[in-house]
């Protein structure tokens, strides 16, 4: 999923990652893998949001899942594996 500028700001804050840019070089390899989406980088690994529903007032929600783990200690390198949806829950707040 992609999400808006507001979206992403609203992620990072609630999941302590950072986004990745649209322009860095890792896209290229990424979007062949896995499609457009939103890609963010934490402790764990990379991450999408999948949107999962909407609460009563009309604000989405989505669900963080792990495409890829750190290979190593250093967190140089990723390894990619299949999407392991997480327990974390986030607001995708628009406008």
């Known amino acids: 999923m992609k999400l808006s ?8 804050k609630e999941i302590s990652a950072q986004v990745l840019p649209e322009d860095h070089p890792m896209m290229a390899q990424l ?3 896995f499609g457009h989406h939103t890609y963010f980088l934490d402790k764990d690994g990379l991450e999408i949001v999948e949107k999962i529903g909407s609460l009563p007032d009309g604000t989405a929600t989505g669900n963080i899942v792990r495409l890829a783990s750190w290979a190593d200690m250093e967190r140089t390198a990723l390894a990619p594996h299949a ?6 829950v986030v607001r995708l707040k628009t406008g």
Request: aromatic share 0%; hydrophobic share 35%; glycine share 0%.
């Open 5 to 12: 500028a507001r979206q992403i700001q609203h992620a990072t």
């Open 83 to 88: 999407p392991e949806p997480t327990d974390v």
């Open 31 to 33: 979007i062949p893998l």
